[in-house]
């Protein structure tokens, strides 16, 4: 049975750091490309950051960039997500989430993952 556990959550403050973990249990991690989502409050579920298999290709949703870095250790079946000068519209619970299908660029597209976490909440106040 897959298991994808989110922590690192938190209440911060606008400008503040957090890492997002997600360890990955019941699969050969080192196959899957990783992905993170969130979905605020009200909000539909939005692509964040994605990271290829091989861990050398990476997407990011154009809001996030230069400021989160996903990375994985498959020695830990573990992938980051590396959040610094959070805005409180980076408020939201987010998800990690396995896609097992290879591709040349990680997939923006939820449905295109068939494992997900129960996500972790992140809140930034201004």
């Known amino acids: 049975q897959v298991h994808l556990v989110e922590s690192g959550g938190g209440l911060v403050q606008a400008r503040d750091s957090l890492r997002l973990s997600c360890a990955a249990s019941?699969?050969?991690?080192?196959?899957?490309?990783m992905g993170w989502f969130r979905q605020a409050v009200g909000k539909e579920r939005e692509f964040v950051a994605a990271?290829?298999?091989?861990?050398?290709?990476?997407a990011y949703v154009d809001s996030v960039k230069g400021r989160f870095t996903i990375s994985r250790d498959d020695a830990k079946n573990t992938v980051y997500l590396q959040m610094n000068s959070l805005k409180p519209e980076d408020t939201a619970v987010y998800y990690c989430a396995a896609d097992r299908t290879s591709r040349y660029t990680p997939s923006k597209r939820a449905s295109d993952y068939v494992y997900w976490g129960q996500g972790t909440q992140v809140t930034v106040s201004s």
């Open positions: 019941g699969l050969t991690f080192g196959i899957y490309t």
């Open positions: 990271i290829g298999w091989t861990g050398a290709s990476t």
